[in-house]
């Protein structure tokens, strides 16, 4: 008979003592509970006693925490949070300095439990470690566990970030400024000062002043602490006011920057990242692949002002952009002196310029998106770039009517599909990491990366000898050019020309009769009724791919709104498909993870249901920000008896259809992503195409053969990686 639902057994640790075995009732008060286990070891003031468990972070077990006690967990009888804060704090004031480095020490480590970091807080605790800090007498070890104590403490949300003073961040700044400081106190301020500026406006500030861009930069070639200079970057791009952000040229006849962008190009950020980062000789790890994108992201957005202006059509400075297009392209003709001739010859040369209105080319910029930010991109292929300008604008005003290809209206309209693939204007996604590394190899990335696909348009134009009605149709080949070139991930702009090469107009078309044929659905009775007959085969197959996978586990990030740190759990099936095991990491691991390292378990039999999305707990009081999104849609949470949760956030969507498919699976419930759609209709096709070849190799004899059994599936291993 199966024990009591509200019982578990545990065992206590006492130092010195034997430990007990005890079954402990979840309906008891816990201070009851507490008591009879001291009076087990004969411990008078049982009030001053609290249990934690005995392996990894070493947490407080509370009222509120201890329906996560498992069966056969290890607790361990401890001093009670308040008289642990109250003895700390004692210590680490005290005069000898052995004593308060193992205070110090002790404190960093416990200051990760919410429920002794708010008996500490209360003791003005914090105040306290900020003065040793303002003091400037701590060094080396104490300071740093000193850093890593007042960031575990600040994390939890209970105080708030204002209430830092000046002093302190210009201590924390100095060690950011000074040349040799240790590896961990620099790692330490470098996140304390990354959080003061996301979870302060008027931090923000005080940061700005104390610490530059050029001083961070001066930290990327540390492998050490890169990660974490240009995570306080990305912070302070991200929170910068949008004065910062204006424009410091205002002649649209230069290229246009921000004051951040200014700051950045000066000072060579860019080549520093792609030669000490993405260049080094460390692999990138998922932290640093996300601080990559976001500082992606956020150079992208600054083009988002010039995308969302529209073009005033009665301004002159706007319009003579307009005309140096046209000088450039048509440079040398005579320039008539009559204002009527004037006016017909450029309204020819803006009709030759591919222009929608050739009267005023002003109105094709009134649209947003994309604005004035395809007029600046024009603009920069005709000066950076004039050769090629030149060729693409003589060499289809050359061409017939029909088949011409409208400069202009085709640079506005690729403009538009650049930022829709790209984001411009959306801010970062938590948990991704989708970054490309070719964005990083040019000063002014966005407008070659605009140059080569304005040729590419050009030339997929003549490959489809296109004519005007197929404007449509070859702005969407184009927008399927770049976006598979993109998915290649090419580490140069070199590379993007060399991937989108090789996707011309007729490979696009094989590639989508390829996809189409993979996905067809014959429907001649008799492939139908082979269809049906396969599906439960394949759909079996996909099933013990999806269980395999599980098998072999994925690394999650853990949940919360805290700031970023690489704080990661690791959960994989059972080889039996009987139990999940999970438990936390150090770090993002490289290989598998053996069971014996996680040390948390869920009993299959135990898992109620699985559900996704904003019907997820710990989705249900996130906020509907943008930066949410991504993460809404890759939340799951596995709920199992007695009303207990395991919340995930995949890292992508792969493993975020791999995982729920896997779950559903072994609960014998139907799979229903999009993936496993995916999979089962290109497995069929596969084995569809298989068993009807067979057929037609076939010679059929005179006389027929004895009917022979079902033909067995082929022996197939997907590979997902």
């Known amino acids: 008979m199966p024990p009591p639902a509200d019982i578990v057994k545990v065992a206590i640790e006492w130092p010195g003592a034997n430990a007990q075995l005890i079954e402990m009732d979840q309906k008891r008060p816990l201070t009851s509970i507490i008591r009879e286990v001291c009076d087990g070891w004969s411990l008078s003031g049982s009030e001053q006693f609290a249990l934690r468990y005995a392996d990894g972070p070493q947490l407080y077990i509370t009222e509120q925490s201890r329906s996560e006690i498992k069966n056969g967990t290890i607790l361990r009888l401890a001093i009670s949070p308040g008289r642990a804060a109250r003895q700390l704090l004692e210590r680490i004031q005290s005069h000898g300095i052995d004593a308060r480095l193992e205070a110090l020490k002790e404190l960093a480590k416990l200051s990760a439990d919410t429920t002794f970091a708010a008996e500490f807080i209360n003791m003005e605790g914090i105040g306290t470690l900020a003065r040793l800090v303002e003091s400037g007498t701590h060094f080396g070890e104490m300071l740093a566990f000193t850093l890593t104590a007042f960031l575990e403490l600040m994390d939890h949300g209970i105080v708030s970030w204002d209430l830092i003073s000046l002093s302190f961040i210009k201590q924390i700044a100095g060690y950011v400024n000074q040349p040799m400081v240790d590896v961990s106190i620099l790692q330490r301020s470098l996140a304390i000062l990354e ?32 990660t974490y200079a240009i995570a306080l970057i990305n912070a302070l791009f991200l929170k910068a006011p949008e004065d910062r952000r204006q424009e410091v040229y205002t002649n649209p006849l230069e290229q246009h920057l921000t004051e951040m962008a200014s700051t950045l190009a000066q000072k060579h950020l860019r080549s520093i990242i792609l030669n000490h980062v993405i260049r080094g000789n460390r692999p990138i790890k998922a932290e640093m692949a996300h601080q ?50 004037r006016k017909t010859l450029y309204a020819k040369d803006y009709k030759m310029l591919g222009f929608t209105n050739h009267v005023n080319p002003a109105m094709d910029f009134t649209q947003t998106p994309p604005g004035m930010l395809a007029l600046d991109n024009m603009l920069y292929l005709a000066k950076v770039h004039q050769d090629t300008y030149i060729r693409i604008v003589l060499e289809n005003s050359s061409r017939e009517d029909k088949h011409e290809c409208p400069f202009g209206r085709c640079a506005i309209d690729l403009t538009r599909i650049l930022c829709e693939i790209l984001q411009v204007g959306e801010l970062p996604n938590e948990g991704c990491n989708d970054y490309h590394p070719m964005f990083f190899t040019h000063d002014r990335a966005w407008e070659e990366f605009f140059c080569i696909c304005i040729q590419l348009l050009n030339k997929t134009w003549k490959e489809m000898r296109a004519t005007s009605e197929d404007f449509n149709k070859v702005m969407q080949v184009v927008r399927e050019q770049i976006t598979r070139a993109l998915a290649m991930k090419p580490s140069s702009l070199d590379q993007l020309k060399n991937k989108l090469r090789g996707l011309n107009y007729s490979e696009i078309l094989r590639l989508r009769q390829s996809e189409r044929m993979s996905q067809d659905d014959f429907q001649s009775p008799p492939i139908i009724e082979l269809r049906e007959r396969i599906q439960p085969e394949i759909l079996e197959l996909i099933k013990q791919q999806r269980l395999n996978r599980l098998c072999e586990g994925s690394c999650f ?156 599936s082929y022996n197939f291993t997907y590979n997902y990686s």
């Not at 302060?200 to 001066?218: D, K, M």
């Not at 003579?320 to 297009?325: A, W």
Request: with cysteine; proline share 6%.
């Open 195 to 226: 959080s003061m500026v996301l979870n302060s406006h008027s931090l923000y500030h005080r940061v700005a002043q104390e610490i530059t861009v050029g001083q961070l930069i001066g930290h990327l070639s540390n492998q050490e602490i890169q």
């Open 292 to 341: 990559l994108y976001v500082l992606q992201v956020l150079t992208f957005n600054l083009l988002e002002e010039r995308m969302m202006t529209k073009m005033d059509p009665n301004d002159q400075t706007h319009r003579d952009v307009i005309f140096e297009l046209r000088r450039i392209a048509f440079d040398g003709e005579n320039d008539p002196t009559g204002t009527e001739k």
């Open 557 to 712: 990030r853990k949940v919360g709104n805290r700031r970023r740190q690489e704080k990661f759990w690791f959960c994989r099936l059972s080889l039996n498909h009987k139990v999940l095991h999970y438990g936390d990491l150090d770090e993002s691991p490289q290989g598998e993870v053996p069971f014996e390292m996680l040390s948390d378990k869920i009993p299959v039999s135990d898992i109620k249901s699985v559900v996704t999305g904003k019907d997820c707990p710990h989705m249900k009081e996130k906020s509907a920000l943008k930066q949410n999104k991504e993460v809404l849609e890759l939340a799951f949470s596995v709920l199992y008896d007695p009303d207990e949760t395991l919340n995930f956030v995949a890292p992508n969507k792969y493993e975020y259809c791999i995982w729920t498919d896997g779950l559903c699976a072994l609960l014998g419930r139907e799979m229903s992503s999009d993936l496993t759609r995916s999979d089962l209709d290109t497995l069929i096709s596969m084995e569809m195409k298989l068993r009807l070849l067979d057929l037609e190799n076939i010679t059929i004899p005179e006389a027929p053969p004895p009917v022979p059994k079902e033909p067995s």
